[in-house]
Structures are given as C-alpha cells and as structure tokens.
C-alpha cells in the first residue's frame, strides 16, 4: 500500500502483554466454580469481550448461569484483573512499540486505538501513552465486539480517514477478521502459523518501519 493515512492498534497483546493478568483472573474464576482452565483455553479470550469471554469460559465448564450471576461474575474478574493491573508501569510497553509511536509521530501519520477491552484509557494512562494517541476506541465505545469491524471503522471516522488508508495492528484473529472487514491493511502480531488472513505479519512491533507499510 501507499503511506498509511492512519494506523488503528489493539492494545492487548500488541502495545502490552495483559493477556498473563487475564489468564490469572479467568483461572481464579474457573477454579472456584470447579474446573481447571489451562493457557491454551485462555488464547480462545483473546480479543474476545468480558463477556463473550465468560461465555466461553462457562461452556468449557459446561456451566448454566442466569444472566443476573453471569453479570456478577464477570465483575468479580474484572476487579482482580483492574487489581493485578493496578501497579503495571510504562516498562511493560512490549518491545518496539514506542520507538514506532514516534516514527508514526515525525511523519505527521495519526494513530487511535482500537480495543476490546473497558480498561484501555485505565491502562493507557499507566504505561504513559494515553496522550500520545489522537483517539481512543475501547469497548465503552462500541456495540459490536470483534471480528465485528466496528471498533476499527469507528476509529477511522475518528481520524477523519477513509477506511481504505488504515493500517490495523492485531494479535488476535477476532482482531484481524475485524479489520480486514473494515477494508483494512491488516498486520497480524504474532504467529503467522496461527493467526490467518492479515496481509503481513511481525513476531513483535520491533519489526515494523513505516517503510515496510509503503510496498
Ligand atoms: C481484549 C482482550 O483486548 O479485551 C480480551 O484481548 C479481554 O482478553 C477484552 O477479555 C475485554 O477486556 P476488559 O478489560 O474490558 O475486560
Ligand atoms: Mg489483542
């Protein structure tokens, strides 16, 4: 593609690895009702809402609650996920990500994030780079979680740029199925042996130049 007019990032798993603090949270929650959850089970969450992520995790132990306890489950996690959080600092920002944040800035490129997650403004402002994105698209934001494309096409309205011009950066497949629905370029964080359908991947943001976006 021609120079990106924007770039869309996750924050989960591509700005900072929060994945060991959900996988904590939800193996506390299952133990407690009963059953063990391993990290394999875990990678099914990825990019997946607090919901839709107890959802699975009751399926996988083959568990009926009503909606009213499901409500009061999902927050009894989230307080000990906003709880391991609570001391994350900007030394947890995953390797590359901040060298390519100011690339991104010398060259006037706007960039948003797009999450999932209801904690990304909490996390941002931790790790210190809530300034430094032009908007923020978290799940507060939206209506339709991934692979829905709204959290993305949101974020280019946002920047005012037209979808077609937006680089997304994603390490869940939900995530890359959302931005490619969006009309998106798609950079795919991670394996490329199991993530599938991004248009380019990278093991970790220390790989990526603007350079390599201007094929
Ligand atoms: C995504 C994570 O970014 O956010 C998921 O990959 C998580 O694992 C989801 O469940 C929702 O996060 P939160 O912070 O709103 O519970
Ligand atoms: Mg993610």
Redo the contacts with the bound molecule.
């Keep these: 593609m021609a120079t990106p007019k924007a770039i869309l990032f ?4 591509v700005i900072v690895d929060t ?1 060991k603090h ?1 996988f904590q949270a939800w193996k506390q929650l299952a133990n407690e009702l009963g059953f063990s959850f391993t990290e394999e089970d875990n990678e099914r ?6 919901m839709d ?1 107890l959802n699975i995790l009751l399926e996988i132990g083959q568990i009926e609650k009503s909606e009213t306890e499901k409500k009061e489950l999902a927050a009894k996690k ?1 307080e000990r ?1 906003v709880d391991s959080i609570s001391t994350m600092n900007e030394t947890e920002i995953l390797p590359g990500v901040e060298h390519f944040l100011n690339e991104l800035k010398n060259n006037n490129i706007p960039f948003a994030l797009g ?5 990304a403004p909490t996390i941002l402002k931790k790790i210190g780079l809530f300034e430094k994105f032009d908007a923020i698209i978290d ?1 507060n934001s939206i209506t339709n979680a991934k692979p829905d494309p709204e959290v993305f096409l949101l974020g280019a309205k946002e920047l005012s740029v037209n979808a077609k011009s937006c680089v997304v950066f994603e390490d ?1 497949q939900s995530g890359i199925e959302a931005g490619k629905a969006a009309g998106m370029y798609v950079v795919g964080v991670g394996d490329s042996r199991v993530l599938k359908g991004a248009d380019d991947y990278i093991k970790s943001m220390e790989e990526m130049t603007l350079g390599r976006l201007e094929i």
């Design positions: 996750d924050l989960d798993g994945a959900h969450l990825k990019g997946v809402s607090r992520s989230n996920y999450s999932a997650s209801k904690n799940g869940a």
